[in-house]
C-alpha cells in the first residue's frame, strides 16, 4: 500500500482515538458508555499502531532500513492496549489507570507532537 494511503488510513484510525481517549479519561469510569467506548479505543489504537509499522520511517535515524524513532510509540501501543485489558479483568485497577494514561500520553500527545516536526509528512499537510 502506498505510504499516503497508510498515512490518511493511520489518520481515519488515530484522530477518533484522540477524542475517545480524552472523554474516557476525563469522563466517571466503569459503566456501559465507558466500556464501550473503551473497546473501540483499543481497537483502534492497535489498529493505528499494527498501520504504523508498515510505514517506512522518513525521517531521522533508520533502523533495519524501516523503522526510527517513532516506530517506538508503536510498539508501546501493541504492548500497553493488551496488558491495560489483562490488569482490568484481574480487577488491578489502577495499574489499568495507570497504563491508560500513559499510552494516551505518550502515543497519542507526545507520538503525535512529533509529526508536526518540519520533514515530516504532517508537518507539510498543515503547514507545507
Given at each position: 500500500?502506498?505510504y499516503?494511503?497508510?498515512?490518511f488510513?493511520?489518520?481515519g ?8 481517549g ?5 469522563r466517571p469510569?466503569g459503566g ?10 483499543m481497537s483502534?489504537?492497535?489498529?493505528t499502531a ?6 517506512a ?5 533508520t533502523?533495519l532500513?524501516?523503522f526510527?524513532?517513532i ?6 501501543t501493541?504492548?500497553s ?5 489483562f490488569?482490568?479483568?484481574q480487577?488491578n485497577?489502577?495499574r ?6 500513559s ?9 503525535g ?12 499537510l498543515?503547514?507545507?
Amino acid at each position: 500500500m502506498h505510504y499516503e494511503n497508510l498515512m490518511f488510513f493511520h489518520l481515519g484510525t488515530v484522530i477518533p482515538c484522540f477524542f475517545i481517549g480524552a472523554f474516557l479519561l476525563l469522563r466517571p469510569k466503569g459503566g456501559m458508555v465507558h466500556r464501550s467506548l473503551g473497546k473501540i479505543y483499543m481497537s483502534l489504537m492497535m489498529i493505528t499502531a499494527t498501520t504504523t509499522l508498515f510505514m517506512a520511517n522518513k525521517v531521522g535515524p533508520t533502523f533495519l532500513g524501516h523503522f526510527g524513532y517513532i516506530h517506538l510509540f508503536s510498539f508501546l501501543t501493541i504492548w500497553s492496549v493488551p496488558t491495560a485489558l489483562f490488569a482490568i479483568r484481574q480487577g488491578n485497577v489502577k495499574r489499568h489507570q495507570r497504563i491508560m494514561w500513559s499510552l494516551y500520553i505518550g502515543a497519542i500527545l507526545i507520538a503525535g507532537g512529533f509529526t508536526f516536526v518540519p520533514g515530516r509528512y504532517m508537518y507539510g499537510l498543515i503547514f507545507g
